[in-house]
């Protein structure tokens, strides 16, 4: 693909020196559709980033865009703090019918903030007020937001940094395989909690991704998952399972942690549940745990209305037939395995390993750096992709639900020639 260089000096004088997406794919982008970008100058781009998960149904979905259209045209409530809407009213009882039934899940719903981090803030400040600790157990690469209460829980040492002051109250644990398998799973965590001398406060909460996004796509095997619950249970603690970016069907079943047959206490929902990108996020617990005082948490944009009814679009849509919606998501999951197969073997001195669920994997290089060399050729050629892993290491594959079997095809050979042309 030829690019011609893109006028960038407005974003480079007055943006902050923050912004990073856009160092990796320098270019203007304009508008989208399903599961493709163009940008100003009419380049098109295969998506398999999906707005880092928020876009699972695609870009500018047309049955969630007829919804928010018709609903903004009939002057359709856009701002209500947490006051009854039909909006809210007609989401409660669609995610209710179509998602906590089916499931037999008793969970209430708490609107936090618009964000995932709201979400897991929220979560924390629930499990230390129903238990009366102040500790939470967390995992070794695990990334749970960017606010300071997110952040203690969150494992990656630059993002960390950013604080800027102490990050207390949390203490990490070994993922699922991080000692490869060389100690019995929760051997040490265990061994803390039984000795009065460990120096571990009992934890109120142990906060969990049954795959870690941002952490490299580091899957938990369903005996571990079921392990963690038995263990939080006996030791009197809740478990929070942080769902924001494999929840919403990402992984096959629309939560994350359906596979290993258990029932988090606290369940963090954000990005995809909206359905269209609007901001949104779900905390659900419980029914015994929901001892808030009315306004002890709130937020001025824990009702986004206009999200409400793009979320109720999308489930009425895709999730009406739940096995069906599976079902499909599972066989382009092994269709993208498949290819990365493929690129294995036909990189076998580079290639360190693949791994992923779903329609989420991630393809990690001895090379620490190469990932990132991929990324950028794969732009070049005309795919998003995006780096995970505390080193960036990790290609991460993140393409939408609804991508097609010959658009994921067309994706994965780029892929496939980006990690060739970066030998």
Same mark, same amino acid.
């Given at each position: 693909?030829? %690019?011609?260089?893109?006028?960038?000096?407005?974003?480079?004088?007055?943006?902050?020196?923050?912004?990073? &997406?856009?160092?990796?794919?320098?270019?203007?982008?304009?508008?989208? =559709?399903?599961?493709?970008?163009?940008?100003?100058?009419?380049?098109? &781009?295969?998506?398999?980033?999906?707005?880092?998960?928020?876009? *699972? &149904?695609?870009? *500018?979905?047309?049955?969630?865009?007829?919804?928010?259209?018709?609903?903004?045209? $009939?002057?359709?409530?856009?701002?209500?703090?947490?006051?009854?809407?039909?909006?809210?009213?007609?989401?409660?009882?669609?995610?209710?019918?179509?998602?906590?039934?089916? =499931?037999?899940?008793?969970?209430?719903?708490?609107?936090?903030?618009?964000?995932?981090?709201?979400?897991?803030?929220?979560?924390?400040?629930?499990?230390?007020?129903?238990?009366? $600790?102040?500790?939470?157990?967390?995992?070794?690469?695990?990334?749970?937001?960017?606010?300071?209460?997110?952040?203690?829980?969150?494992? *990656?040492?630059?993002? +960390?940094?950013?604080?800027?002051?102490?990050?207390?109250?949390?203490?990490?644990?070994?993922?699922?395989?991080?000692?490869?398998?060389?100690?019995?799973?929760?051997?040490?965590?265990?061994?803390?909690? !039984?000795? !009065?001398?460990?120096?571990?406060?009992?934890?109120?909460?142990?906060?969990?991704?049954?795959?870690?996004?941002?952490?490299?796509?580091?899957?938990?095997?369903? #005996?571990?998952?079921?392990?963690? =619950?038995?263990?939080?249970?006996?030791?009197?603690?809740?478990?929070?399972?942080?769902? %924001? !970016?494999?929840?919403?069907? +990402?992984?096959?079943?629309?939560?994350?942690?359906?596979?290993?047959?258990?029932?988090?206490?606290?369940?963090?929902?954000?990005?995809?549940?909206?359905? &269209?990108?609007?901001?949104?996020?779900?905390?659900?617990?419980?029914?015994?745990?929901?001892?808030?005082?009315?306004?002890?948490?709130?937020?001025?944009? $824990?009702?986004? *209305?206009?999200?409400?009814?793009?979320?109720?679009?999308?489930? #009425?849509?895709?999730?009406?037939?739940?096995?069906?919606? #599976?079902?499909?998501?599972?066989? =382009?999951?092994?269709?993208? #395995?498949?290819?990365?197969?493929?690129?294995?073997?036909?990189?076998?001195?580079?290639?360190?390993?693949? +791994?992923?669920?779903?329609?989420?994997?991630?393809?990690?290089?001895?090379?620490?750096?190469?990932?990132? $060399?991929?990324? +950028?050729?794969?732009?070049?050629?005309?795919?998003?992709?995006?780096?995970?892993?505390? !080193?960036?290491?990790?290609?991460?594959?993140?393409?939408?639900?609804?991508?097609?079997?010959?658009?994921?095809?067309?994706?994965?050979?780029?892929?496939?020639?980006?990690?060739?042309?970066?030998?």
């Amino acid at each position: 693909m030829t %690019i011609t260089q893109p006028d960038l000096s407005v974003f480079e004088t007055l943006e902050s020196e923050v912004r990073s &997406y856009c160092r990796g794919w320098p270019t203007v982008f304009d508008h989208a =559709r399903g599961s493709r970008l163009y940008d100003e100058d009419g380049h098109e &781009y295969l998506d398999f980033f999906a707005g880092a998960g928020s876009l *699972n &149904y695609g870009h *500018n979905n047309p049955v969630l865009k007829r919804a928010l259209l018709d609903y903004l045209e $009939r002057d359709g409530i856009t701002h209500g703090l947490d006051m009854s809407t039909v909006a809210k009213r007609t989401f409660l009882q669609t995610f209710h019918d179509l998602v906590l039934r089916p =499931r037999d899940l008793p969970y209430k719903v708490m609107f936090p903030g618009p964000t995932g981090t709201n979400a897991v803030e929220t979560a924390l400040k629930l499990a230390r007020k129903v238990k009366g $600790r102040e500790s939470i157990v967390s995992f070794t690469n695990a990334f749970h937001g960017m606010s300071l209460g997110s952040l203690a829980v969150t494992g *990656n040492a630059f993002k +960390r940094a950013g604080a800027g002051v102490p990050l207390v109250h949390g203490t990490p644990m070994p993922f699922d395989r991080y000692l490869d398998g060389k100690v019995p799973d929760f051997l040490w965590f265990e061994r803390l909690l !039984q000795d !009065q001398g460990s120096g571990l406060n009992h934890p109120a909460a142990v906060i969990v991704e049954t795959v870690q996004g941002e952490g490299g796509i580091n899957v938990a095997r369903p #005996e571990w998952l079921r392990a963690l =619950r038995e263990l939080c249970d006996r030791q009197d603690m809740l478990l929070i399972v942080d769902d %924001i !970016q494999m929840g919403c069907g +990402r992984t096959g079943a629309f939560f994350s942690f359906e596979e290993a047959g258990i029932v988090p206490d606290i369940v963090t929902v954000s990005k995809s549940i909206s359905g &269209y990108g609007l901001p949104m996020a779900l905390c659900l617990f419980k029914p015994e745990l929901d001892i808030w005082e009315p306004g002890e948490h709130n937020g001025t944009f $824990r009702g986004n *209305n206009p999200a409400f009814v793009t979320a109720t679009a999308a489930l #009425e849509t895709y999730w009406t037939d739940a096995a069906a919606m #599976e079902k499909q998501t599972r066989t =382009r999951g092994e269709q993208v #395995e498949q290819w990365l197969i493929s690129i294995t073997e036909e990189n076998l001195a580079d290639v360190k390993e693949y +791994r992923g669920r779903g329609l989420v994997w991630g393809l990690e290089f001895h090379d620490t750096t190469r990932a990132a $060399r991929v990324a +950028r050729r794969a732009f070049d050629l005309g795919l998003l992709v995006e780096t995970s892993g505390p !080193q960036s290491e990790v290609v991460k594959l993140l393409p939408p639900l609804t991508t097609t079997p010959q658009e994921l095809d067309e994706g994965m050979r780029v892929l496939a020639r980006a990690v060739r042309e970066t030998a």
